[in-house]
T-cell receptor
Framework: DSGVTQTPKHLITATGQRVTLRCSPR?????VYWYQQSLDQGLQFLIQ???????AKGNILERFSAQQFPDLHSELNLSSLELGDSALYFC?????????????FGPGTRLTVL | AQSVTQLGSHVSVSEGALVLLRCNYS??????LFWYVQYPNQGLQLLLK??????LVKGINGFEAEFKKSETSFHLTKPSAHMSDAAEYFC????????????FGTGTRLTIIP
């Protein structure tokens, strides 16, 4: 158990819908990262927040957005969902802000878009 | 921009044999390199990382990797494979310059033959 929690574990929805994925980092970690893992694209870094501020951005679509709240939990919002958005979405956390810090991964949320 | 290439999407070794998983990187600035392992239905776990200190890095579960700048490689090895090593392994690269982003390879699935 990494100490990172993600909810829900599974999510099934329809095209065009909007969903919110939630992540709680390990106690004391200030950074939260979001990743997408799919058969087509592999494992891709989406975005990083550090202590409430956006720190680094990867291949995140404009239909996707994220935020980190004062209690340090984070949410990833996916809107206007397409079939190709079906993937496993991981959250990770680390103590520091640099990407070279060890990241601890949650178990993931499996999103299925029908 | 940095990238990593993992040679061999599937590798099979006999129990007790040497494990060698290959990773080559491309980066215009000094890289930080990582190996992660993903067990079925779980998130990623850091095996080891290179952050410009010793070129031979020892990680968890008996794995180690050697950073070779001349060959732009960071191959993962373990002297004696164990059944519990069966998993998917990802090499990743980032830098400490500019817009940091952790870039993953496509992964290598390791199968252990009893």
């Amino acid at each position: 158990d990494s100490g990172v929690t993600q909810t829900p574990k599974h999510l099934i929805t329809a095209t065009g819908q909007r969903v919110t994925l939630r992540c709680s980092p390990r106690s004391g970690d200030l950074s939260v990262y979001w990743y997408q893992q799919s058969l087509d694209q592999g494992l891709q870094f989406l975005i990083q927040y550090y202590n409430g501020e956006e720190r680094a951005k990867g291949n995140i679509l404009e239909r996707f957005s994220a935020q980190q709240f004062p209690d340090l939990h984070s949410e990833l919002n996916l809107s206007s969902l397409e079939l190709g958005d079906s993937a496993l979405y991981f959250c990770a956390s680390s103590e520091g802000g640099g990407l070279y810090n060890e990241q601890f991964f949650g178990p993931g949320t499996r999103l299925t878009v029908l | 921009a940095q990238s990593v290439t993992q040679l061999g999407s599937h590798v099979s070794v006999s129990e007790g044999a040497l494990v060698l998983l290959r990773c080559n990187y491309s980066s215009s600035v000094p890289p930080y390199l990582f190996w992660y392992v993903q067990y079925p239905n779980q998130g990623l776990q850091l095996l080891l990382k290179y952050t410009s200190a010793a070129t031979l890095v020892k990680g968890i579960n008996g794995f180690e990797a050697e950073f070779k700048k001349s060959e732009t490689s960071f191959h993962l090895t373990k002297p004696s494979a164990h059944m519990s090593d069966a998993a998917e392994y990802f090499c990743a690269v980032t830098t400490n310059f500019g817009n940091e982003k952790l870039t993953f390879g496509t992964g290598t699935r390791l199968t252990i033959i009893p």
